[in-house]
């Protein structure tokens, strides 16, 4: 194997498909990334047997072949090299890689032993990538990460026509977003609980390109596998089992008051008055005609406050929230101003966006953060 690539070209992609190698492989060739070059360029891969990555990029081959090196000392390696062309050449059980004056010598991993990846499904669908990350990081924030519930790490994605609804949950809260894709076959039908983290890292490493085609290996999951592909990168990542929540139940269906905010405003009063909020201690709020006042700390501990302008329709309200928690969904929001809309101050609330004060609040995305209970109440 030989082949030549300019050092930048060959880092980002390098270190692009390490990242989901796995920090303790349970077998020594799970840490190797895969080297293949042939006649149509440069091909990278990655495999856990959970989630796959590759990506391609253009290369001169006089020499074609394949080999298995350590994916994170190569990215270390390709990431330290001069701006220069590099050249990558296969000796026996080494890879050599030069670089102007720069030579390195990794020793191979058996490649005989690496497993094969898995077969790219046939595309489901298809929507630009900078929505598909933004949907992904506005749900991806309230999906659970203790790995002893594993139902909550998923984002519960589900596809009717050319509708698609993205779910997460931690118990706490619940983030929704509704989205419109090109689906392959009119009327598709299909649900799949994809891991957070790794649609995550997927939509966010995707979303430089056109469009990402998804690809679920059948309609009712029973293949248990999902792909992404963007430009030329592609990731697929086994599906997790058991029952999602039936969330849609925990939407209330109308309001007893809701209030509209500045979101940038409300964000920065809850960041200062958090400050003295003790971990796990809530900020209270307590919602007035024309005005928010929120608080933190009590008897000899340290106290704030501070009173936001607020539009209020319906009663007046007293309740209190996590403030990390109440953050994530307020940067979620991608709005001017932020709708809550509350039942009781025990009950959840649901924010949503509005791009006015006066305009209808947006459906396509809400969160709906559990209060904590304020002593007397």
Known sequence: MRFRVER??????????????PTRPPVPVLAGLLV?????????????????????????????????????????????LPPRTVEVVSEGSKVVVTCGSSRFSLLTLPVEEYPALPQMPSASGSLPAEV????????????????????????RVEIEGERITLAATDRYR???????????????????????????????????GDDVLVALASPD????????????????????DGEFPKYQALLPAESASVAVVETGALVDAVKRVALVAERNTPVRLSFTDGAVTLEAGSGDDAQASETLEAQLEG????????????????????????????TTPTKPAVLSGRATADAEPSREYRYLLMPVRLSGV
């Open 8 to 21: 930048d070209v060959l880092a980002e992609a390098v270190a692009w498909a390490a990242r989901s190698l």
């Open 36 to 80: 293949e070059a042939g006649p149509d360029g440069l091909a990278l891969s990655g495999f856990d047997y959970e989630v796959s990555a590759r990506v391609t990029i253009d290369a001169d081959v006089p020499e074609p072949g394949r080999a298995l090196v350590s994916g994170r000392l190569l990215a270390d390696i390709c990431r330290s």
């Open 132 to 155: 598909f990350a933004a949907a992904v990081s506005q749900v991806s924030v309230a999906a659970g990460r203790d790995d002893t519930l594993p139902v909550l790490t998923g984002v």
């Open 174 to 208: 619940l983030a929704v977003r509704e989205l419109t894709w090109k689906p392959e076959q009119a009327g598709l039908s299909a649900v799949a609980l994809v891991p957070a983290r790794t649609l995550a890292d997927s939509a966010r490493s995707l979303s430089s």
């Open 221 to 240: 999951g029973s293949e248990n596998l999902v792909g992404f592909e963007g430009g030329t990168r592609r990731v697929t990542t086994r599906l997790l």
């Open 315 to 342: 009663d007046e309200i007293a309740i209190a929230f996590n403030p990390g928690y109440l953050l994530d969904g307020l940067g979620a929001l991608d709005a001017a101003y932020a709708q809550l809309s509350f």
